[in-house]
């Protein structure tokens, strides 16, 4: 097994913090902080199928997004725009690299919030500060619709989740890229990860 990465470890202790310590806690459903609190299975899940099934040169991007240590950065080292691409791993197929597209962390009022701006599936939402990195409540839509909010505990009909709400961990890079990675995707693939470069 790889060797897990240290600020995944560091939030998963820190999960159940009080809301004082970690705002997010407020907005998030029960069943997306449990998304979270696994998100080391379900990116060892989302490797072990890729690593059965994908190409040399997608594995090779795989690794040198998922590898590297994240690092502790300011929210200066986070704002502004980037170039982004979404892979998937898992799931449907043993992985899916994205093309290149283009998203922006801005600060709203003291505030960062995520967005990807091109591409036909798209997700915005709010970055809330956690272990040196960030934990982001957002949610997925696609080019033409309205930008939907994170719904939280809003699922309707009483289903436990809504498919387009997303939680994940944004962390920096040494070598200033960023990644953003989603745990337990509701469709598709086992792991979603947002590799996100200047």
């Known amino acids: ?22 705002g997010w806690q407020d907005q998030a459903s029960r069943f997306d902080i449990n998304r979270l609190a696994h998100l080391q299975d379900s990116r060892a899940q989302g490797l072990a199928e890729a690593e059965q099934g994908a190409p040399p040169a997608d594995l090779a991007v795989i690794h040198s997004v998922l590898d590297p240590q994240g690092i502790t950065g300011a929210p ?14 898992g799931g449907m197929t043993p992985d899916v690299i994205y093309a290149w ?9 003291g505030h960062l919030f995520f967005e990807k701006l091109s591409g036909s599936q798209r997700t915005s939402g709010w970055l809330y500060p956690e272990s040196g990195g960030y934990v ?5 839509y696609v080019t033409g619709e309205k930008p939907r909010a994170y719904s939280g505990s809003g699922a309707e009909a009483g289903a436990p989740a809504t498919p387009d709400d997303q939680i994940g961990v944004l962390s920096l890079l ?11 995707p509701l469709q598709e693939s086992r792991f979603d990860v947002i590799e996100l470069k200047r």
């Open 136 to 140: 982001y409540l957002g949610a997925s």
């Open 174 to 184: 040494a070598d200033g890229r960023a990644r953003l990675e989603l745990p337990y």
């Open 76 to 89: 200066e080292a986070f704002a502004g725009n980037w170039r982004c691409r979404t892979i998937k791993l």
């Open 101 to 109: 597209f283009r998203c922006r962390i801005s600060d709203r009022d």
């Open 1 to 22: 097994m790889r060797k897990i990465d240290g600020v995944i470890v560091a939030l998963s202790f820190a999960l159940f913090a009080t809301a004082a310590q970690a």
